[in-house]
């Protein structure tokens, strides 16, 4: 049976499939960084909570991250909104489908991240008052966030085999479709929150220097605790990772393993990278970030080339009628460095404050 | 057509997004009218060297984020999700249109959180002058992000010249665009003064809480003062089918363009009597009532500026049930099923022919009825006999000027009957002789008479 997809919209493409790829890889790094940041975060924090409970050192980092955990979830959410905008763009008939079919889980994306944002400022604003609560609240948000993550990554692995469209929607109701979790889709999974892990342990180790001045012995050992989280994180996702690259279809994986030279060399990097950021971890955090940012946008850049082989058999953008919107994209690459740089300016009267004039 | 068609009972597509979006609505104008209120508020605090008024300021600074950068961000988040999901062809045509648009809206959020987040942490840390620049950074992004959706939602209903040039300028700048800014800041205005009143009416100190509970009615009531205008211009540019629609030609809709009314007028006395005359006696029970007629003013707003749109989503291209009305001929020639993907049946099945009505109803009516729930099928053919039912889809856009016409072959509007005829028992009686054949042109049929169509 042919696999039933909707047609693609009759309206020209705004822009070249390139930029427009391009712009939903770039954003999507953007979205990671963040998003990893606020799922290894809650992991972290719940830890820390429970263990806190009889060590005043993680309690006094749970109190000092949660703080910094605000603007993270917001920051998750609002950059997540550009890649999502270029994936409906360039490949919505899929991406619709899919979500109409499991309709009730993917709506139900919006209600479990706005309990959890809730949860996050739950936590960071009242952790005193909530006493022996406050760990059972912070696992709470952390399920939450583990379900948005577990959906999404359904979602996105689903609008990738249109050939179980049909099927799927002649066997359920439209909108309780969620299945079949297999092992590879598992592991997909894994690789994300086991990624997020390793890269909010980073993330905590830079948290850290902030406190050089107010809490310094409390510095010294976060920093060293996000390490510690960076270094069995990374190495835990070796393992995952080639889980999941062996889960992949055999022609995918073909690919990176010397079938397509660019795919193979794109890994071998990313993952030589990430090596070197362990390495470097300890004695350089600066270095060990750079590796790191290098290492997920390669991977970004890989998980594009998989969504493309996936779909290679039913649907190439490349195929769609363009016509370039040209003024209105100069105008909004225009705001966004002004933007970035109105955001840059805050940031740096915020961090470097003038001494106060009253 | 295209999608498979996802049918929430009871409440349906359409109210699950009515629901987000109201909520939405009534918390992001507020996003940008308390972005406008905190900065205005705290520089007059500096200037008439009132400290007690700039604490008044801070806290509502704190409850500002607690709102808008929670439930405001992840409720605009939800209309997206739910739009996709309810109307999946006219969500991917508005991006095809506006994906610059929405980038550059993207580019606004960006900074308006980051300045939201500096500006509340940031009493202690900035200087006056920088804290003050920050909260203006942030209203400026607040209201560009509203400039920028604000021509995306016009164009659904006025596309104006984007009809034949679909040319972006066109659609953005569409005929709707300019009056419906103004009036939604004008309501971004007054509902920072509701909001302001709710956390004015906690304040302990009463001097203090009765000075800004009348400061705060002031804003509402300048806000208010601005949106009839705003309105009637808004409403002037509107296409007439759908003006008379809200002007008598659906009660439902008529009804509620009057509660509209009802509840802005009942928002402007009991300001104007209460908080801004009585400033002392105003208490928080007051002040959630208040919101709750705002709340109530701006969900029956947006629900009769959503109807007036019907049969179209966007008007005079796609119909509210995804089908373009470029493609109606085609698909009245080779009828609907063959271009509905995802129906079980692909032609119309004469042992099966319930079950294939079904579909078509899935297909071309589900978008806004639901069987049993919301504007529900089944009561609305309550008592018909089959006869009667097949006369209405053959008349359905004439019937009812909100609907579209049922598209499709002579046997598939026969099976989409005949399902329907199975949703209620048949009547006892015969409440309506059904037309003799032949002459169906001279009888007028219509059981809610007066909504009938020439």
């Given at each position: 049976m042919n696999p039933v997809i909707p047609a693609p919209v009759p309206i020209p493409l705004p822009a070249p499939v390139w930029l427009l790829e391009f712009l939903l890889v770039f954003t999507f790094v953007l979205h990671v960084?963040?998003?990893?940041?606020?799922?290894?975060?809650?992991?972290?924090?719940?830890?820390?909570?429970?263990?806190?409970?009889?060590?005043?050192?993680?309690?006094?980092?749970?109190?000092?991250?949660?703080?910094?955990?605000?603007?993270?979830v917001a920051f998750t959410i609002t950059l997540g909104v550009a890649p999502l905008l270029f994936l409906q763009l360039v490949y919505g008939q899929l991406f619709y489908t899919s979500s109409v079919l499991m309709a009730w889980s993917w709506l139900a994306v919006v209600f479990f991240v706005l309990l959890g944002y809730y949860g996050v400022y739950w936590f960071s604003l009242q952790q005193d008052e909530l006493g022996a609560r406050a760990p059972w609240v912070i696992l709470a948000t952390t399920v939450l966030f583990v379900f948005v993550a577990f959906i999404f990554s359904r979602n996105m692995t689903l609008m990738l085999r249109p050939q179980d469209f049909y099927p799927l929607h002649l066997r359920h109701e439209v909108g309780s479709v969620l299945g079949p979790v297999t092992a590879p889709g598992l592991a997909r999974l894994l690789h994300f929150l086991v990624g997020a892990a390793a890269v909010a342990g980073l993330g905590v180790a830079l948290l850290a220097r902030t406190w050089r001045t107010e809490a310094p012995e409390l510095a010294v050992w976060a920093r060293a605790y996000g390490v510690k989280w960076f270094m069995a994180g990374t190495g835990v996702e070796f393992l995952v990772g080639l889980w999941f690259l062996f889960g992949l279809p055999q022609d995918i994986?073909?690919?990176?393993?010397?079938?397509?030279?660019?795919?193979?060399?794109?890994?071998?990097?990313?993952?030589?990278?990430?090596?070197?950021?362990?390495?470097?971890?300890?004695?350089?955090?600066?270095?060990?970030?750079?590796?790191?940012?290098?290492?997920?946008?390669?991977?970004?850049?890989?998980?594009?080339?998989?969504?493309?082989?996936?779909?290679?058999?039913?649907?190439?953008?490349?195929?769609?009628?363009?016509?370039?919107?040209?003024?209105?994209?100069?105008?909004?690459?225009?705001?966004?460095?002004?933007?970035?740089?109105?955001?840059?300016?805050?940031?740096?009267?915020?961090?470097?404050?003038?001494?106060?004039?009253? | 057509m295209n999608y498979p068609v996802w049918t929430p009972p009871i409440l349906g597509g359409g109210m699950i997004i009515g629901i987000i979006a109201i909520l939405h609505v009534f918390v992001s104008h507020f996003a940008i009218g308390g972005g406008l209120f905190l900065p205005v508020t705290e520089r007059k605090a500096y200037r008439e060297n009132n400290p007690a008024l700039l604490e008044y300021a801070r806290s509502h600074s704190r409850f500002f984020v607690l709102v808008v950068l929670v439930f405001g961000a992840v409720s605009g988040v939800g209309i997206w999700w739910s739009i996709a999901l309810v109307n999946p062809e006219a969500t991917a045509t508005l991006i095809h249109v506006f994906v610059w648009g929405w980038a550059i809206e993207w580019v606004f959020f960006i900074v308006e959180i980051a300045a939201a987040f500096i500006y509340y942490h940031g009493w202690d840390r900035l200087d006056r002058r920088t804290h003050l620049i920050v909260g203006w950074i942030y209203f400026g992004a607040a209201w560009a992000s509203l400039f920028v959706i604000n021509g995306i939602l016009t164009?659904?209903?006025?596309?104006?010249?984007?009809?034949?040039?679909?040319?972006?300028?066109?659609?953005?700048?569409?005929?709707?665009?300019?009056?419906?800014?103004?009036?939604?800041?004008?309501?971004?205005?007054?509902?920072?003064?509701?909001?302001?009143?709710?956390?004015?009416?906690?304040?302990?100190?009463?001097?203090?809480?009765?000075?800004?509970?009348?400061?705060?009615?002031?804003?509402?009531?300048?806000?208010?003062?601005?949106?009839?205008?705003?309105?009637?211009?808004?409403?002037?540019t509107l296409p007439p089918a759908a003006r008379d629609i809200s002007m008598g030609g659906?009660?439902?809709?008529?009804?509620?363009?009057?509660?509209?009314?009802?509840?802005?007028?009942?928002?402007?006395?009991?300001?104007?009597?209460?908080?801004?005359?009585?400033?002392?006696?105003?208490?928080?029970?007051?002040?959630?009532?208040?919101?709750?007629?705002?709340?109530?003013?701006?969900?029956?707003?947006?629900?009769?500026?959503?109807?007036?749109?019907?049969?179209?989503?966007?008007?005079?291209?796609?119909?509210?049930?995804?089908?373009?009305?470029?493609?109606?001929?085609?698909?009245?020639?080779?009828?609907?099923?063959?271009?509905?993907?995802?129906?079980?049946?692909?032609?119309?099945?004469?042992?099966?022919?319930?079950?294939?009505?079904?579909?078509?109803?899935?297909?071309?009516?589900?978008?806004?009825?639901?069987?049993?729930?919301?504007?529900?099928?089944?009561?609305?053919?309550?008592?018909?006999?089959?006869?009667?039912?097949?006369?209405?889809?053959?008349?359905?856009?004439?019937?009812?000027?909100?609907?579209?016409?049922?598209?499709?072959?002579?046997?598939?509007?026969?099976?989409?009957?005949?399902?329907?005829?199975?949703?209620?028992?048949?009547?006892?009686?015969?409440?309506?002789?059904?037309?003799?054949?032949?002459?169906?042109?001279?009888?007028?049929?219509?059981?809610?008479?007066?909504?009938?169509?020439?």
């Open positions: 960084v963040a998003m990893n940041f606020l799922a290894g975060g809650v992991m972290m924090l719940t830890l820390s909570s429970f263990l806190g409970r009889h060590d005043l050192q993680h309690r006094e980092f749970a109190r000092r991250a949660a703080r910094a955990m605000p603007p993270v994986r073909a690919m990176f393993l010397g079938g397509d030279r660019l795919a193979t060399a794109l890994l071998v990097i990313a993952v030589v990278l990430a090596m070197l950021a362990m390495v470097a971890a300890k004695r350089s955090l600066a270095a060990a970030c750079v590796a790191i940012v290098g290492t997920l946008s390669l991977m970004a850049v890989i998980r594009h080339l998989v969504r493309v082989a996936y779909l290679r058999p039913y649907f190439d953008p490349r195929t769609l009628p363009v016509q370039g919107q040209w003024f209105v994209f100069v105008l909004f690459a225009l705001l966004l460095v002004g933007g970035l740089a109105t955001v840059a300016w805050m940031l740096r009267a915020f961090f470097h404050p003038a001494p106060r004039a009253t | 164009f659904m209903l006025t596309p104006g010249r984007w009809l034949e040039t679909h040319s972006f300028a066109a659609a953005f700048f569409n005929p709707g665009m300019l009056p419906s800014c103004v009036a939604r800041t004008a309501v971004a205005v007054a509902l920072a003064g509701v909001y302001a009143l709710v956390t004015a009416s906690t304040v302990r100190d009463v001097a203090l809480r009765s000075e800004v509970v009348q400061y705060a009615a002031k804003w509402l009531l300048a806000g208010t003062a601005a949106i009839p205008i705003a309105g009637l211009w808004y409403i002037s659906a009660p439902a809709v008529t009804i509620f363009a009057g509660l509209s009314i009802f509840f802005s007028a009942a928002v402007v006395i009991f300001t104007y009597f209460g908080p801004y005359q009585r400033p002392r006696h105003f208490n928080l029970t007051f002040a959630f009532l208040l919101a709750v007629m705002a709340l109530s003013s701006t969900g029956v707003t947006e629900w009769v500026r959503e109807a007036v749109r019907k049969p179209y989503i966007i008007y005079d291209y796609m119909l509210a049930n995804g089908v373009r009305v470029d493609d109606l001929p085609r698909l009245r020639q080779e009828g609907i099923l063959k271009s509905a993907l995802w129906a079980r049946h692909r032609e119309v099945d004469p042992k099966a022919l319930e079950s294939t009505g079904q579909e078509i109803f899935r297909a071309q009516c589900a978008s806004c009825h639901t069987v049993n729930g919301y504007n529900s099928v089944r009561f609305a053919v309550k008592g018909w006999r089959w006869i009667l039912i097949d006369y209405q889809l053959s008349h359905l856009s004439e019937v009812k000027g909100f609907m579209p016409p049922f598209v499709g072959t002579e046997e598939e509007r026969k099976a989409l009957g005949a399902w329907l005829a199975t949703l209620n028992p048949t009547p006892a009686t015969v409440e309506i002789e059904p037309p003799p054949p032949g002459e169906k042109a001279q009888v007028q049929p219509a059981p809610s008479s007066g909504e009938s169509k020439p």
